[in-house]
């Protein structure tokens, strides 16, 4: 297989490069005012912060501490993300990752990349991994570090061909797939463990009777 130069260095004859915000669309948010109970109060709208990527133990977003409504959702540009966006904290600090799960939200904490079978999200999420010093060097900022979509949409990302990509998703979705599957699994047992075990103390609820809940939840 032959190379060719590029402003990356050396890449396989037929790759291509590409400024991330070209090859994907990016896109922040914003918070809306906490102020309005009408953005807030009963919302069912997963609104993604750092803090709630902070605590991540996988690279998913299946929910958020906070949710607005519909109405909050109005008042962000980007309004609702679709699943299986790549989503990067900016700022506080840079370098959170995760693909969306659920439709969900974000603050202004937070740059979202809608991707496409040009550029999968997998491959998206491991190439904004690799290049976290190239981004974090793009940062500015005076009080904390930041990196706006301004700085973050030119920096430039190796665009392998159709059939690599094809091949690379195979072997990553699956896996990635399973993650998935765990931790749904986990956290289904945590909110099983967080019913019952106080039940169980207190003698409000028998062991034979716990174990009919378990199985009919299908655990």
Known sequence: DSFEDSELGEIPKGWGIKPIGQAVKCVGGTTPSTKNP???????????????MSSL?????????????????????SG?????????????PIGYLAITEVPVSVNQGVIAMICNKDLPNYYVLHWTETNMDTIKRNAGG???AEISKRNFRPIPV???QKLVLEAFVQQVEPLHKQVVLNLQESNTLASLRDTLLPKLISGELRVPDAEKFIEEAGV
């Open 38 to 52: 009408a953005f807030w109060d009963g919302g069912k709208n997963p609104f993604v912060t750092p803090k709630d």
């Open 142 to 144: 005076t009080t904390f």
């Open 158 to 160: 190796v665009v392998p």
């Open 57 to 77: 133990t996988s690279p998913v977003i299946l929910d958020t501490s906070r949710h607005i409504t519909d109405a909050g959702v109005d008042k962000i540009n």
């Open 80 to 92: 609702r993300l679709p699943i299986g966006s790549v989503i990067l904290s900016s700022r506080a």
